[in-house]
Each structure stands twice: as structure tokens, then as C-alpha cells.
């Protein structure tokens, strides 16, 4: 019975992966009109990312087991296989929540006239969907990169959409190069997992027995490869470009749903492929997610692009999902497997309330962005007044990813925090100091990423309009309202039910790990370790602050007055204030700036008190890339040109070439 | 969880919430005192409470609803944390909702919701002290996070009530030197995170030295009133978790009678006041640091947190 409940749940996966990619052709046949591809193809995509959340969750259910099946699709002797475990059942429960809200605003969102046609578009949005969906169901290498390769390209192309401007063909180029460097990578890490079989399904690859060496070169190249589609410092180049130049909905799903296939991807390597290695595989990926954390949530707080802002936040983002990864591979190493479990499981949960948070908070800027038109935090400000659903739901995603309780970002930083607290009984002498102390990073990264989004909110949700054209802005359809909302609800939820969340991942933890963390015996409370150790509820707090809120406000009501009497601004009595006094952004980043002043490539061009019409001008960049991709690509280029001196171009140096050639391989085989 | 114990909970809820300004005007007091003016009674804080309440809120004309919900959303954060810190007794029902690190997490969105609000009527002053409380906030958190892990270190636990039935049961573990320097990196966080001297003045009048109180600038009436009562809380709950983790004598075990009870509530009051008289007697020896000097101070806790945690692993393991 069970049996054929699980062999379903594929089949349907597969057919309604297949529906993606036939809803993506149909759009074709009409690809000028926007009724047809956007209000009519993308509602039923949402329908079908729903059916596909539905049958992930199958794969969660306490007595299933993995299924396999082989597609007669491929070149002859490698068919595609498929497989259907609690891992990939999970990874296919997010993408099809969060894909489900995107594509629903999707569906409100795009015009005619932006860009590639709407039934091009259309094409490449649901390949994109669907390719996701078969990287995270593949079971055998050739297929995994296909689908990769899918991936990437698809999403190349939606990146591309407004292809007539340079900068965002620029953002494409890079995005398209590192994602091949990154997906060299990982055809590296397969050709050495198969390990002399070459058998490239990923059961052969389970059986295979690598030499120490071999393992951890395959664990490297693995980081390198998944640590660039996810964005991990330094080869996070292309993200702070990419995202912002992808219409609204891409930038959504390229943050929510890319990145986490990537981290997929590494937990399929690292936990499955692979067994346990040395220590300072977690060491090493531990510290990479650490970096890569504080790295992102610095930038972010001193960008001026409310894209490219969220972009960096995903950075950071990424970093502690790594950084959760890391500590579960050290624990493993150690044979801690219940704090292994531990940790894997707030990386779980912070992937998935990622997914939820930053597809919410990119779809919001693409409200904004079609509201006013700017996507600039200098020129956006009081937005709360006329898009009042977007704000209030941005508001939402905001603080969940701030990491606020009583909202889900914070469960999954407490349950990282948690597992940091038991680090100290790490066995051995140097990384029980050393490994405590990540905690302190992971306490300043959220407390950074409250900073920004400070910003992020206020600049554009608060105060008062920094333009005059800002008073006309409109506020969202209801397609897009649909779709925030769903995603919002999804941020709630799992803040108030943080204990359904760790079950959910404790299948996984339970596959990959062989332990899992019991939520507790109360059905009230979450306390993953020793009842008397820690605990958190999330619904409590909920009803406590909505309960302490109503109360304070019908007593103030009952025993004084509810009178409100409106007038200007007060600011302290200055009467000339103008919206333009409020900080800006690069205002509001200014501490920032200052404290971590290092970090940063800053150019700054400071007016003198007498100029009679001051400017300020701060211009941020990376130091990677004066310090590490520009001389790389020079040496490219040099090298390249080096090269050509073989090319002269004339027909005799060929012959030349050819004639020496085989001499030389006569004098090797004589 | 017996009858008792919801009526404790309640009851100690709005004990704090009532010994909050009381505690705040003691405060106020031993400073007047010892900067040699004549003091306010102890009572000044209910009587700003009552004037507050009964004026009008003149409010921004685009202030927001945010604006508007922000004090009954921060009053409530901190009417919770004071729910689930055992000030006067562990036996707590909803001590359980948050241990210590999720306590900060709701004081972060105390502050958060504070400077959201501060933004919103859109004035100069406003968004100041919305970056300048931001920017205190992430640099207490690292050595708020690394003092509660050598009070776990130390008592094997992060929820406070076990903290405290694990030192009234082995009161030796007070004798760790661990403990000694969470508790100095401690309190340099309670006066950063309270905006007291030296990171920022709650007396100033200088709107440009302002940290908490420039966010405070737009309010008026009942609003007013709820954020001043809200910060007079925040002092009180600090207070509370720093008896808890390094001086929970008095504080009631489970299942003790009336009378236990009303001596706990006497060691709180009797604690209160010496603490009050410490913190007024820092505030007065020191002098305001520049802003930017402020992460230094904190950098220093954070540090001193982090000895903690060292001499921990290397001497007490």
C-alpha cells in the first residue's frame, strides 16, 4: 500500500514536471499576448508548483522509502535515473511553496513590452521551474548536469530579459561564466566520486571506496562547485549582479529557489555521496559560511540599490545555511550525531525559510519598481501610504529575516545558536575554543541583517517621499497581493509552528545523519536538546504579545481618552525640514562605513563648507575585485595573446605545426 | 502547573510592570543625590505617567499606522520578557516560551519595531537614532550572546529557571572565575543596551548626542507614556536576568509557600535597590563617550565575555 503510495508520488512528480514544460511550449503558440502566457499559463504553473510541494511532502511522510526509476530518456547506455528520498522530497517541498507564490505574482506582474516576449518568457520561466526540479530528483551524474546545465542557461536567459541595456548583458556574461566555472566544478567531483567504476549513478557512487585523498579532493571540488551557484565568498561575484538585472519574479526564484538547489546539491555530496570525513572538511565549511555571512550582511548594509541590497542579504544568508552545514560535517566527523543532526537541521530550516523570506521581499521591490518606477533607495520613501498590502507584507518579510522571533527566521538561527551552545564538547583541544566563538559571528550576522533591514524598510516603506512623483504610486493587483500573501503566511507558520518544521527535517537528518532531534514531549514547546536546557515557543510568544498588545490598548481606551490631534511633524521645532533631510541611504550606512571602514574599496569625494552647491559622493566596491578577478582575467588575457603568436594566420606555419607533430609522435612510438 | 503557579505568572508580570518606574525614579534619585541636587520623590516616574496619559497625542500628520502600533508592540515585548525572566519565583508556566538567547531575540524586535517607528514620521532626528540604536544593537548582541554562553557553560542550561535552581542548589558554582568576567561584560552591555551613561545619556537635552531619546522625539500623550514605561521595563528586566544569572539568591524554587514567596519579593526589592544605587553611582564617575567610541566599549565586553568562556575551558573543565 505504502509501496505504491511512494511509486506514485514520482509518477506524478514526473508528469507534473513534464506539464511545467508543455505550459512553457503553450505559450508559444500566442507569445505576444500577456493575457495568455502571464494570467492564464502562470495561475496553472502555480497549481502545478503546488501539486509538486504536495508530492515532495509525500516523500516526508514517517514510512516512506526512496524510489527509484529509469527513464528511457538520455544517450543509449546512460539513461536518465530518477530517485524520490526524504532529501530530495524536501528541497521539491520548497521549491514548490515558494515557486507557487512566485509564479502567482508572477502572474500580475509582467507587462507587455518589457523585454524578451511574454511567450519566450513564459518558455524559460517554466524550464527554469522544471529543470530545478529534475537537478533535485536526479540520481545519476549525466542527468544531474543536464538538468544543471538546464538551469543555468534558463535562468541565463531570464537574467538577459531586458537584453538591450549593456550593464545587464554584462551581469548575464559574468553570471553565465561563474556559473560554468562553478558547474566544472562539479563535473570534476563526480569524475573523481565514481572512483575507477565509471559508473555514473549516484548508488554506484554511495558504493565506491575513495582513498582519503581522493574523498577530500572530491569534498573541495564539490564546495567549489556548489559554493559558486550558492554564492559563497569569494566566488559571490556574480549574485550582487545578476539578481537585480532579472525582472522581479527571477530575482525571486533565482534567490529563493537557485541558491538552494546549489545547497542541495552540496548536502547530496557531502552527506550522501561521501561518507564521513577528516574534521576539517567542517572546519573549512564551517568557516567559508562564517565568512561568507558577515561578508554579505556588511555589504548589504551600505548598498544603495534596494536589489541589489537583498542580493547581498542572500549572501549572507547563504553563508550561515553553509555555516550550519559546516558544523553538522564537524560534529559527523566527530561521530556527534545528534548535534550533527542538530545543526543540519537549522540549515534545513533556514533554507526553507529563506526560500520563503527573500522570494517575498524581491517580489516587493518588484511592486515597488512597477509602482514608482525607481529602483534606487535615494529616490523611493513613504511608501507604506500608498501601497499599503506590499508594505505590510514586506513588513512581514522583513523582520522574519531579520531574525525576529515570533517569525521563522529566528527559529532556525536559535536552533544554529543552540547547536554552537554544545560545541565546547567538541573532542579536541583546539577547535572546542575556536568553534564556540563562530556563535558570536552568527550572533552579530543577524543582528546585522536587522540593521539592514532597517534600512531596506525605512528608506522605502517610511518617512516621507523623497520624489514628488512618489505621491502617484499604485498599489499592487490583487494577482500580486496573492502571492505575497501566500508567502507571508508561510513566514508566519513556521514561526508559530517551528515544532512541525523540525519534524519535517528530522526525516532528513534522520536519513543522512541516523539521528534525529525530537521537537520534546510538549506539544506546547520546541526543546530539541534536554528538556531543562533550552526551549522556544513560538505560538506562546505569539499569543503573548498579541494578548499584552489588545489588553494595553482597551485599558488606555477604558481609563484615559483615545484622542488624536494631528499636526506637522515637530522635529524638534525646526520648521524648514524637507523630505530630503531624512537620512538616505548611504546615510543610514554610514556606521557601517565607518566601523568596518577596511572591507571596503571606498572612493569618497567630500564637498568643502564653502562650496556654494556641496556634493557627496561615496562610491563602494569590492576588494576581490581589484584584488583577484581583474588580475585574473588580465593574466587570461595575456596568456590568450601569448597564444596567438601560434596563430599567425598563414597556411605554411599550419602545415608547420602538423608536420612537427608527426614527428614527434613517430620518435614516441618508435 | 497548578492554579498557583498562572496566578504567580500573572502576578509577577504586573509586579514588574508596576515596580518598573518605581525602580527607574530609585534610580533617578541616588543620581540627583550624588551629583548634589535636590532629588525628585521617588514616585516622579507615575506622576509623568499619569500626565502623559491624560494629554492628547499630537501626532505627525504622515505618521503611519506603524507609527501609531510601535509603542503598544514594544510595551508588549517587554511585558512578556518580564513574563518569562523568574524575578521573583521559578515556577514559571510560561518561563518555557523562550530561554535566554530567545529572550534577546525579543528584545531585538523591541528595538527593531522602535526604529521602524522612528523612521516613519520621516524626520531628521528620527532616522538618527534609528541607525545610531541599530548600530549599539549589533554590537551588544555578539557579548550579550557570549556572556549567556558562559552562564551555559557554567549551569548547563540557557532557561533561566534552571539556571537559578542550579545555583541555589550548588551555590559554589558562583566561585567560577568564568562567571566573574560575564558578569563585568554583563553589565557594561545592561548600560549599552539601556542607553545609559556612557554609550548615551537619558537625560540629555542635546538632540545631536541622542541615541534612544531622539527616537522618542515625535511621540506624545499615551504613545509617549508606553515607551518611556517600555524602556523603564527593559532597565527592570536587564536587571532581573542579570540577578538571575549571577546573584539568584531569594528567587523562590518550585513549589514554595506564601511566605517564601514574599521574602523572594523582598531579596528582588532589596536587590533592586542596591543595584539601582550601583548604577547610578557608574553613570556618575563616568563621562559620556563619543559615539564612536561606543564600539570600543562594547568590543571590550565582548572580549571580557570571551576570557570568560576561555578560563572556562581551560580551568574549570
Known amino acids: 500500500m505504502n509501496g505504491i503510495a511512494s511509486t506514485t508520488a514520482l509518477t506524478a512528480l514526473l508528469g507534473l514536471i513534464a506539464a511545467w514544460l508543455v505550459l512553457g511550449a503553450l505559450g508559444l503558440a500566442r507569445p505576444n499576448s500577456i493575457r495568455w502566457v502571464a494570467r492564464t499559463l502562470f495561475p496553472v504553473g502555480a497549481l502545478i508548483a503546488l501539486g509538486v510541494a504536495g508530492a515532495g511532502a509525500v516523500a516526508l511522510t514517517a514510512h516512506f522509502s526512496a524510489q527509484t526509476a529509469v527513464l528511457p530518456l538520455g544517450l543509449p547506455s546512460l539513461h536518465f535515473h530518477v530517485r524520490l528520498d526524504a532529501l530530495s522530497g524536501f528541497f521539491l517541498l520548497l521549491l514548490g511553496i515558494a515557486g507557487a507564490g512566485i509564479s502567482v505574482f508572477a502572474a500580475g506582474y509582467f507587462r507587455a513590452g518589457e523585454g524578451t516576449a511574454p511567450g519566450m518568457m513564459g518558455l524559460q520561466y517554466h524550464l527554469f521551474l522544471a529543470s530545478m526540479a529534475l537537478v533535485i530528483l536526479a540520481d545519476d551524474a549525466y542527468m544531474f548536469m543536464v538538468a544543471w546545465e538546464t538551469m543555468a542557461l534558463s535562468s541565463y536567459f531570464l537574467v538577459v530579459t ?374 522556544y515557543s513560538g505560538l506562546w510568544l505569539w499569543a503573548g504579545l498579541v494578548l499584552v498588545v489588545a489588553a494595553t490598548f482597551v485599558l488606555v481606551r477604558r481609563f484615559y481618552h483615545g484622542r488624536v490631534r494631528r499636526t506637522p511633524a515637530w522635529d524638534c521645532g525646526y520648521r524648514w525640514q524637507t523630505p530630503r533631510m531624512q537620512d538616505s541611504a548611504e546615510g543610514f550606512g554610514q556606521p557601517i562605513r565607518h566601523l568596518f571602514g577596511p572591507v571596503f574599496r571606498m572612493q569618497r569625494e567630500l564637498p568643502l563648507p564653502s562650496d556654494p552647491q556641496p556634493q557627496y559622493r561615496v562610491q563602494i566596491e569590492e576588494h576581490f575585485w581589484h584584488a583577484l578577478y581583474l588580475p585574473l582575467s588580465r593574466f587570461v588575457l595575456r596568456t590568450a595573446e601569448r597564444v596567438t603568436i601560434l596563430q599567425g594566420g598563414r597556411l605554411a606555419t599550419y602545415l608547420l605545426y602538423s608536420f612537427l607533430t608527426l614527428i614527434l609522435l613517430l620518435v614516441w612510438v618508435l | 502547573m497548578s492554579a498557583t503557579a498562572y496566578a504567580w505568572q500573572v502576578g509577577e508580570c504586573l509586579l514588574a510592570i508596576a515596580l518598573a518606574p518605581l525602580f527607574a525614579g530609585w534610580v533617578g534619585q541616588c543620581r540627583a543625590w550624588l551629583q548634589n541636587r535636590s532629588a525628585p520623590p521617588l514616585w516622579q516616574p507615575y506622576r509623568v505617567l499619569r500626565k502623559l496619559f491624560h494629554k492628547d497625542v499630537a501626532l505627525a500628520t504622515h505618521a503611519s499606522w506603524l507609527f501609531r502600533s510601535a509603542p503598544y508592540v514594544v510595551f508588549a515585548t517587554m511585558v512578556v520578557a518580564a513574563a518569562i525572566i523568574p524575578s521573583v519565583t521559578t515556577d514559571l508556566p510560561l518561563a518555557r516560551v523562550a530561554d535566554a538567547i530567545a529572550l534577546v531575540g525579543v528584545f531585538a524586535t523591541g528595538r527593531v519595531f522602535m526604529s521602524l517607528a522612528a523612521m516613519d514620521v520621516g524626520t531628521a532626528f528620527g532616522s538618527m537614532g534609528a541607525r545610531r540604536e541599530m548600530m549599539i544593537g549589533f554590537l551588544t548582541e555578539p557579548a550579550l550572546l557570549m556572556v549567556l554562553f558562559s552562564a551555559f557553560m557554567a549551569f548547563g542550561s540557557t532557561a533561566l529557571p534552571r539556571v537559578v535552581e542550579v545555583v541555589l542548589r550548588q551555590p559554589h558554582i558562583m566561585l567560577h572565575p568564568s562567571l566573574f568576567f560575564a558578569a563585568v561584560a554583563f553589565v557594561m552591555v545592561l548600560l549599552a543596551e539601556n542607553a545609559r551613561l556612557p554609550v548615551d545619556n537619558p537625560t540629555t537635552h542635546l538632540e545631536l548626542t541622542m541615541i534612544h531619546e531622539s527616537m522618542t522625539l515625535e511621540y506624545s500623550g499615551r504613545h509617549l507614556a508606553l515607551i518611556e514605561w517600555a524602556a523603564w521595563l527593559k532597565l527592570f528586566n536587564y536587571a532581573c536576568i542579570g540577578f538571575t544569572l549571577f546573584m539568584p539568591w531569594g528567587i523562590a524554587l518550585h513549589g514554595a509557600g506564601p511566605g517564601l514567596l514574599a521574602l523572594a519579593i523582598g531579596a528582588l526589592i532589596a536587590k533592586l535597590v542596591v543595584a539601582g544605587a550601583a548604577l547610578a553611582l557608574l553613570e556618575s564617575i563616568t563621562a559620556k563617550l563619543r559615539l564612536f567610541r561606543a564600539p570600543e566599549f562594547l568590543t571590550m565586553a565582548f572580549l571580557l565575555a570571551v576570557l570568560g568562556l576561555l578560563v572556562h575551558l581551560l580551568l574549570e573543565v
Open chain 1, 162 to 535: 531586458q537584453h538591450r541595456l549593456p550593464e545587464i548583458r554584462r551581469a548575464g556574461f559574468l553570471y553565465l561564466l561563474m556559473a560554468h566555472v562553478g558547474a566544472l566544478g562539479i563535473l570534476l567531483c563526480f569524475g573523481v566520486l565514481q572512483g575507477g567504476s565509471w559508473l555514473m549513478t549516484f548508488d554506484a557512487m554511495r558504493g565506491a571506496t575513495l582513498a582519503p585523498a581522493w574523498a577530500s579532493a572530491a569534498f573541495v571540488l564539490a564546495l567549489l562547485g556548489f559554493g559558486a551557484k550558492a554564492g559563497l565568498v569569494p566566488l559571490h561575484v556574480w549574485l550582487p549582479e545578476a539578481h537585480p538585472a532579472a525582472p522581479s519574479p527571477v530575482s525571486a526564484m533565482m534567490s529563493g529557489l537557485m541558491l538552494k538547489v546549489a545547497v542541495y546539491g552540496m548536502l547530496r555530496v557531502s552527506w550522501d555521496l561521501l561518507h564521513a570525513g577528516p574534521w576539517w572538511w567542517g572546519l573549512l565549511t564551517l568557516g567559508v559560511g562564517l565568512g561568507t555571512a558577515m561578508y554579505g550582511a556588511i555589504f548589504a548594509a551600505v548598498q544603495t540599490d534596494m536589489k541589489r541590497l537583498l542580493a547581498y542579504s542572500s549572501i549572507e544568508n547563504i553563508g550561515l545555511i553553509f555555516a550550519g552545514i559546516g558544523l553538522a560535517l564537524l560534529c559527523r566527523s566527530f561521530d556527534m550525531r545528534l548535534l550533527a543532526a542538530l545543526a543540519l537541521a537549522a540549515a534545513l530550516i533556514h533554507s526553507f525559510n529563506h526560500a520563503l523570506f527573500k522570494s517575498l521581499l524581491f517580489l516587493a521591490t518588484g511592486s515597488v519598481m512597477h509602482a514608482t518606477g525607481e529602483r534606487s533607495l535615494g529616490k523611493l520613501g513613504g511608501l507604506i501610504r500608498y501601497m499599503p498590502w506590499v508594505a505590510g507584507l514586506a513588513l512581514i518579510g522583513s523582520l522574519a529575516i531579520a531574525g525576529l522571533p515570533p517569525l521563522n527566521g529566528f527559529v532556525s538561527e536559535w536552533l544554529l545558536l543552540q547547536a554552537f551552545l554544545q560545541t565546547p564538547q567538541i573532542p579536541h583541544a583546539f577547535l572546542n575554543m575556536i568553534v564556540p566563538l563562530g556563535a558570536a559571528i552568527v550572533s552579530l550576522t543577524a543582528a546585522l541583517a536587522g540593521y539592514v533591514m532597517v534600512k531596506f524598510y525605512g528608506v522605502v516603506f517610511l518617512g516621507q517621499p523623497r520624489e514628488r512623483a512618489l505621491e502617484q504610486a499604485h498599489p499592487a493587483g490583487w494577482l500580486e497581493r496573492t502571492g505575497l500573501s501566500w508567502l507571508a503566511l508561510g513566514c508566519v507558520l513556521v514561526g508559530v509552528f517551528p515544532q512541525v518544521a523540525l519534524d519535517v527535517v528530522g526525516r532528513i537528518t534522520g536519513q543522512l545523519v541516523g539521528a534525529t532531534v525530537q521537537r520534546g514531549p510538549s506539544p506546547w514547546w520546541m526543546t530539541p536538546l534536554a528538556s531543562n536546557q533550552a526551549s
